[in-house]
Structure formats: structure tokens, C-alpha cells
Nanobody, 113 residues
Framework: QVQFVESGGGLVQPGGSLRLSCAAS????????MGWYRQAPESQRELVAS?????TTDYADSVKGRFTISRDENTVYLQMNSLKPEDTAVYYC?????????WGQGTQVTVSS
């Protein structure tokens, strides 16, 4: 059974930083892509950043230059700098293998003074 363990969310002031971590386990197959999505209240879930096994990354325009995604085997990280109130959302870890797509339980990030 695939499991994702997320950590690192919390409350931070505007301009601050947080680092999210997501450790995946339980799959005999490689996660060929891993990423982070977020969902704010009354909004659709959106891609924040992703990284494929070769290291190529992709970012939402709204976070380029502020967020950095990285990966160490089946653990994916999201370093978030210069946080803004509009970054407030539940952040979800996502991974895909040949078996399908999997999601973490979500971690709350709140940016507020």
C-alpha cells in the first residue's frame, strides 16, 4: 500500500520561509514524477511544482523564483521562501508510478501576520 508522510507545514509571517517534506513508501515501482499541489478554500487544486526522475522541474508561474522543489529517491521537498498570504492553502504531495497516481493527506500552510 502506497503511503506518503508529509511534514513541515505551519503558520509563518509574510516574507518568511517553510520547508515541506514528503516521504513515499510502499510501491515496488519508481515514482517517475513527484510534486506538490495546493488547494485554497473555495478554489481548485493546482500544481505548485513537480520533478521527474531525471531531475527536470516545473513550477507554477506564481511561485517561480520563490519555491524550489528537490528530490532524494522517494522523498520530495518543497523549499518555500518569500511567502505571501496568497500562498495560504493545504499542500498535497503527489506521486505517479506505472500503477497510478497517489496523494498525501495534505499539510496546512498559513501565511499571515
Amino acid at each position: 500500500q502506497v503511503q506518503f508522510v508529509e511534514s513541515g507545514g505551519g503558520l509563518v509571517q509574510p516574507g518568511g520561509s517553510l520547508r515541506l517534506s514528503c516521504a513515499a513508501s510502499g510501491s515496488p515501482f519508481t515514482f517517475y514524477i513527484m510534486g506538490w499541489y495546493r488547494q485554497a478554500p473555495e478554489s481548485q487544486r493546482e500544481l505548485v511544482a513537480s520533478v521527474i526522475t531525471g531531475g527536470t522541474t516545473d513550477y507554477a508561474d506564481s511561485v517561480k523564483g520563490r519555491f524550489t522543489i528537490s528530490r532524494d529517491e522517494n522523498t520530495v521537498y518543497l523549499q518555500m521562501n518569500s511567502l505571501k498570504p496568497e500562498d495560504t492553502a493545504v499542500y498535497y504531495c503527489n506521486g505517479r508510478t506505472v500503477e497510478g497516481e497517489f496523494w498525501g493527506q495534505g499539510t496546512q500552510v498559513t501565511v499571515s501576520s
